[in-house]
């Protein structure tokens, strides 16, 4: 939106021209998101306070999360506005990229905000049912997966890349939509599986969020995507500036979601969140290396489906209590250590991934 009165006053001062840069627009987009967030953080914790919009803890949970009864939920509503604010606000509208991952980290949103309403007034932590809630992700998840498609031009399209080899794509057809449709799906729920301590889950988005913004600065320059050898795509660029808003109102939300937690993330923005990152791999074609980045994300998942799968089969837990953070947790590890530890495993991860730009 500034971008069209930035370049209606570079007709009278050529000092505007320098917010046709991405990354002169990236910085601000961060910069916007993370100051609306520490703006309006402490107004909507109050809101949340004053109807009690209070996280329902769950019964069968550690012991210790009984102390987090009466905290508020919903703070990715804070998340949710900062970023798509300060998209609006820096981002090239006319690019069809920006609307897509709009529309689908809002619809997640709106998914997560039903989920967490229903947590509240029933006084519980199931939210809407698990069918109902992988039927309406499927349903966005698929009009995103089609608008992407129908408007894409790349050759490798419905290629796989496979990163850390030169010149490396398997051509997989209409496979590849199905992947890209279980990678928006499947990280939406990572992250929101993830989200069950203080700040676990909102700093490896960042970091992640961070990295995919870079990866989606240089595809979308047809230079930097030449000599680093991976996919040009055309108006990926864009893109930086959402990632660089996620980073931005991530921070300004990990202000108040520090250890102890003022305010929870909830469905709201962890479903968004995770949706948001499944969907910009999709388009600029890092799915694996995402996978790679977001490995914190994977694991707690896995830890999920392994508890699950074995507890059938054989009656046995494999871990104390799944997801992995709370079989620390019973194992004895204080909260911030895990959360932080966890940190630790997300920055390596991120830098392995963003090694693959270089090592092909």
């Not at 690019?95 to 619809?107: D, E, G, K, P, R």
């Not at 990632?243 to 962890?270: E, H, K, R």
């Amino acid at each position: 939106m500034l971008l069209y009165l930035t370049e209606y006053l570079a007709k009278f001062d050529s000092g505007f021209f320098v917010f046709n840069y991405i990354t002169i627009r990236a910085i601000l987009g961060a910069l916007t998101a993370l100051i609306v967030s520490l703006v309006l953080g402490p107004k909507m914790i109050a809101k949340f306070h004053a109807i009690q919009l209070n996280q329902p803890v769950r019964d069968d949970g550690p012991e210790t999360h009984k102390s987090k009864v009466g905290t508020p939920t919903m703070g990715g509503a804070l998340i949710l506005m900062s970023v798509s604010l300060s998209t609006l606000l820096w981002a090239e509208l006319s690019n069809y990229f920006i609307w897509v991952i709009l529309f689908v980290t809002v619809s997640f949103g709106i998914l997560g905000y039903i989920d967490d309403y229903r947590k509240i007034i029933k006084n519980n932590s199931a939210g809407i049912s698990a069918k109902t809630k992988i039927f309406w992700q499927s349903v966005i998840a698929l009009v995103a997966v089609i608008w992407i498609y129908k408007s894409n031009t790349d050759i490798h399209a419905t290629s796989l890349l496979i990163p850390y080899l030169k010149n490396t794509f398997i051509e997989i057809g209409i496979l590849h939509l199905v992947i890209s449709f279980f990678f928006i799906i499947g990280f939406s729920n990572a992250v929101n599986l993830t989200d069950g301590l203080d700040g676990l889950a909102i700093m490896p988005t960042v970091l992640v969020g961070g990295a995919l913004g870079i990866f989606a600065y240089v595809t979308g320059n047809i230079n930097f995507s030449s000599y680093l050898e991976i996919p040009y795509v055309e108006g990926a660029g864009e893109i930086f500036v959402f990632c660089a808003s996620i980073a931005g109102a991530g921070l300004g939300f990990l202000w108040f979601n520090t250890y102890p937690a003022q305010v929870f993330m909830g469905d709201v923005g962890s479903l968004s969140l995770g949706a948001a990152l499944g969907v910009v791999a999709v388009i600029i074609k890092q799915e694996i290396v995402l996978a790679i980045m977001g490995g914190v994300f994977v694991v707690e998942t896995l830890s999920v489906m392994i508890q699950v799968i074995s507890f059938k089969l054989t009656g046995k837990r494999i871990f104390r209590m799944a997801p992995l953070h709370h079989h620390y947790e019973l194992k004895g590890w204080k909260e911030p250590k895990i959360i932080v530890r966890f940190w630790i495993v997300t920055v390596v991860l991120v830098l392995i991934g963003l090694a693959s730009l270089k090592i092909r």
